[in-house]
């Protein structure tokens, strides 16, 4: 089954997406997930321009050699481009196999080991009567399992706050405000350390001790400073604190370890299972936070869960809207065939996109499901991606008090 042509589209209904559409001698088509927010072009290029043109001619049926071959061929390995543009074209031969075989990607990584995917969703509030009001909304719903992010006092604009952008759009759709220069929002470390365990207690006040909540620190703290709210969330028996310090300094979650039993989530920004290796190996992190569109696809995704397997460490895949319902797709395809599954994040997409990418799966009583059609269940209306030209977008950044540029 010889690929004939490979097609990049950039679309932009609710935020910008890369896809990537793979046609076979046979008449298959597969689709792939080339997202990589804010630096969108940048892979499209690589993909356009270096990609495309070494896949025409190639046996499509095999994944795991064009994987290698684009991977090593390269020489330049790694990072987030190079890796964003071989996921797509895994996702997309994937797609094209299951067709092939007539069977949803799941049936050919071994069949179902669950019903269905527990999901978690993301509340929010600049207060507790609105971040209440996002946690009974998110209930309603369906969601089982809920992520808290809040305002802090004395902070204007912080992460993971919905609607509060000034565009008017909604942040928790399109974090990269759409214009020519990122927005700047303001940071302060021990405000924020002081006011979220107070949150935290509220929360578990008023909703009690049997819902699971989960809370993202997005790299913003130094190690010591990680460590010390984890710890002073225990009494709150958090499902996970997420990339609670930056991770490129793997060592550093030694530390968090000492001092914390709150399970920690990492590497929504991790590339490759080399980023793993020592994470997993020594159990310094609960929870692999892999995207399949930044991490080389499904072939590395399923590997780098059979490795974390060995050592108790569950999947909690990154499932936010910069990435697209092909992406999402994959990943539940891979999260209902592995046994160490532990919960995908799904924040549900606008309904331009809906419209533009449309999906089989099922999110039902809390639990997702890919559903059964053959290869990823997702197809793309081209003539309705059309109607939604790329748009220049970048994610904020955050400065402190004085001037310096922070974390985001």
């Not at 990589?36 to 499509?60: F, K």
């Not at 050919?108 to 969703?121: C, E, I, K, V």
């Not at 971040?131 to 399992?145: A, C, N, P, T, V």
């Not at 606008?350 to 499901?369: I, P």
């Amino acid at each position: 089954m010889e690929i004939v042509a490979a097609d990049v589209i950039v679309t932009s209904p609710n935020r910008n997406f890369v896809t990537l559409k793979i046609t076979t001698d046979d008449g298959l088509t597969g689709l792939g997930d080339a997202t990589l927010n804010g630096r969108e072009l940048a892979v499209v290029s690589y993909l356009r321009d270096h990609v495309v043109p070494l896949l025409i001619g190639r046996d499509a049926h095999r994944i795991e050699d064009t994987w290698q071959f684009l991977y090593r061929s390269a020489y330049w390995r790694r990072g987030p481009v190079t890796m964003a543009a071989i996921a797509a074209v895994d996702m997309a031969l994937w797609d094209i196999k299951g067709k092939a075989a007539g069977m949803p990607v799941y049936q050919l990584l071994g069949g179902a080991s669950r019903n269905g995917l527990m999901a978690y969703g993301h509340a929010s509030g600049k207060s507790l009567p609105e971040l209440f009001d996002s946690i009974r909304d998110h209930q309603e719903q369906g969601y089982r399992s809920i992520r808290v992010q809040t305002g802090v006092p004395g902070l204007t604009a912080i992460y993971g706050i919905a609607a509060q952008s000034t565009s008017g759009e909604r942040y928790d759709h399109e974090p990269a405000q759409r214009g020519g220069y990122p927005t700047e929002e303001d940071w302060d470390t021990r405000a924020y350390l002081r006011h979220v365990p107070t949150v935290f207690e509220a929360v578990r006040n008023e909703f009690g001790p049997e819902l699971p909540l989960l809370h993202d620190g997005h790299h913003r703290m130094t190690p010591i400073q990680a460590a010390t709210l984890g710890k002073s969330l225990e009494p709150y028996d958090l499902f996970w604190l997420e990339d609670c310090t930056p991770a490129e300094n793997q060592e550093a979650l030694r530390l968090v370890r000492q001092h914390t039993t709150t399970p920690l989530a990492i590497g929504e920004i991790f590339n490759t299972v080399w980023d793993f290796q020592s994470l997993i190996k020594e159990q310094l992190i609960d929870y692999v936070r892999a995207a399949s569109t930044h991490f080389g696809g499904i072939t590395p995704l399923r590997k780098v869960m059979d490795y974390a397997a060995q050592y108790q460490v569950k999947s909690g895949f990154h499932g936010p809207t910069d990435v697209s319902p092909v992406g999402l797709a994959a990943q539940m395809h891979v999260g209902l065939a592995i046994h160490n599954f532990g919960i995908q994040e799904y924040m549900k997409h606008g309904a331009h996109t809906n419209r533009v990418f449309q999906q089989s799966f099922t999110f039902e009583d809390g639990y997702l499901h890919p559903g059964d059609r053959p290869g990823l269940g997702v197809d793309l209306d081209v003539d309705e991606a059309g109607k939604y030209p790329y748009e220049v977008a970048y994610l904020p950044y955050n400065r402190l008090a004085d001037g310096t540029v922070h974390d985001w």
